[in-house]
């Protein structure tokens, strides 16, 4: 399985990304699928995760960020509105084989990440 993570870039707060992973193979709509994030300095934590018709979202990017999935395409999406300088980060899905949403040891592939940049 490979995760290929593309869309990153360097916008200006209050700017919309939309980043996207794309997943090989045929199993991909087996699967939940998961964005995580890890800033200069810090630990990896978690963003959002798409599991059946079920989304889940970090505290910190309920209401901007919104994850989709497209099984025709093999694609994860990350639609990010009203960005903030705190959201600069390097962006990595994965793929969830078994646990919760939130850790990242539920996720056994992971992408090489994308980079999100956000100035004020």
């Known amino acids: 399985v490979q995760l290929v993570e593309s869309g990153g870039g360097l916008v200006t707060a209050g700017d919309s990304l939309r980043l996207s992973c794309a997943a090989s193979?045929?199993?991909?709509?087996?699967?939940?699928m998961g964005w995580f994030r890890q800033a200069p300095g810090k630990e990896r934590e978690f963003v959002a995760s798409?599991?059946?018709?079920?989304?889940y979202y970090a505290d910190s990017v309920k209401g901007r960020f919104t994850i989709s999935r497209d099984n025709a395409k093999n694609t994860v999406y990350l639609q990010m509105n009203s960005l903030k300088p705190e959201d600069t980060a390097v962006y990595y899905c994965a793929r969830r084989n078994f646990g919760a949403v939130q850790r990242g040891s539920s996720y056994d592939y992971w992408g090489q990440g994308t980079l999100v940049t956000v100035s004020s």
């Open positions: 798409i599991n059946g018709g079920n989304t």
């Open positions: 193979g045929r199993t991909f709509s087996w699967y939940g």
